[in-house]
């Protein structure tokens, strides 16, 4: 998936982008992610004067295991996209304040790298099933959301247990 800026800028109206990316390549080795669907792109593409603006939406389809009870989670994700570019010839410095201009030397820009890098961080980092998720009994390793296993847990530190014993007298 390409813009040229050169033809951007010669448009006075927005590009549309609708097109649905297979990112099996990219996420099947993620052992974080149990299944995913495509990704469905939406952007819109314009330029402004020195620079071509990207904007709009990502979503996905994703299936990771909960962190604290390994149960599949479902989830869409919908994620923004907002990425400018100037071609750096056309700038005559480059300001660093201007962190969000991606300079680039060609006036083709492949924007699946760019893709791909937004997905990666929409990703959840601690995927729950719920928000009062209680996990799994460290002891017996049953799901405590679906039953009270009653092991007892001791949670004195092995370390102070005899210290324990000097406060009983």
Do not use: W
């Amino acid at each position: 998936m390409f813009i040229r800026l050169k033809e951007l800028a010669k448009k006075s109206e927005t590009v549309l982008i609708d097109e649905t990316i297979d990112l099996s390549d990219v996420l099947k080795n993620r052992t974080d992610l149990l299944s995913f669907g495509p990704l469905q792109v939406n952007l819109q593409a314009r330029h402004n004067g020195e620079a071509a603006e990207v904007t709009g939406v990502l979503e996905i389809d994703v299936e990771q295991p909960c962190s604290r009870c390994l149960e599949p989670v479902k989830q869409r994700l919908e994620i923004p996209f907002h990425e400018t570019f100037a071609l750096a010839a056309d700038v005559s410095e480059p300001d660093d304040e201007e962190e969000d201009i991606i300079f680039v030397t060609d006036e083709k820009i492949e924007l699946m790298p760019y893709l791909i890098e937004n997905v990666l961080v929409a990703l959840p980092y601690v995927p729950l099933c719920e928000e009062g998720c209680q996990g799994l009994c460290p002891v017996c390793g049953g799901n405590r959301n679906e039953r009270a296993c009653g092991c007892k847990q001791d949670t004195t530190d092995p370390r102070l247990a005899g210290l324990a014993d000097f406060f009983k007298q």
